[in-house]
């Protein structure tokens, strides 16, 4: 039997270990906090513009129930860009970093 050169194991061999730390690292939205999310809304500001559960303003759509709406996709796009979903949106896209999106946007979708 032949025995495999070594570049081909070793491609192997790292192509066998990302598959494994993939499977056990989870995705930046599952290992986000909702609790941490909802302190970004409010350093954000968000509440100035879109009302929770009663609380906030009225410029903007209600979040309550944005979940039930929106998926995790929909929301970091419209997120970064609302113009590219909404041409006349009036949003800002969001200041902040990719973390911290990801972070507002594990908050959000605890609103059902």
Known sequence: MRAISKVP????????????????????????DP?????????????????IQGKGGRLGPPLSDIASKRDAQWLKTFLKTPKAI???????????????LETLIAYLLTLK
Not at 9 to 32: E, G, H, K
Not at 38 to 47: L, M, N, P, T, V
Not at 89 to 99: A, I, L, N, Q, V
Request: aromatic content about 6%.
């Open 35 to 51: 609790a941490l999310g909802e302190k970004i809304y409010s350093d954000k500001r968000c509440g100035a513009c879109h009302v």
């Open 86 to 100: 909404n041409p006349e949106s009036k949003m800002s896209p969001f200041k902040g970093t990719d973390e911290e």
């Open 9 to 32: 194991a070793l491609i192997l061999t790292i192509l066998l270990v990302a598959l494994v730390f993939r499977s056990v690292i989870p995705s930046a939205q599952a290992a986000a």
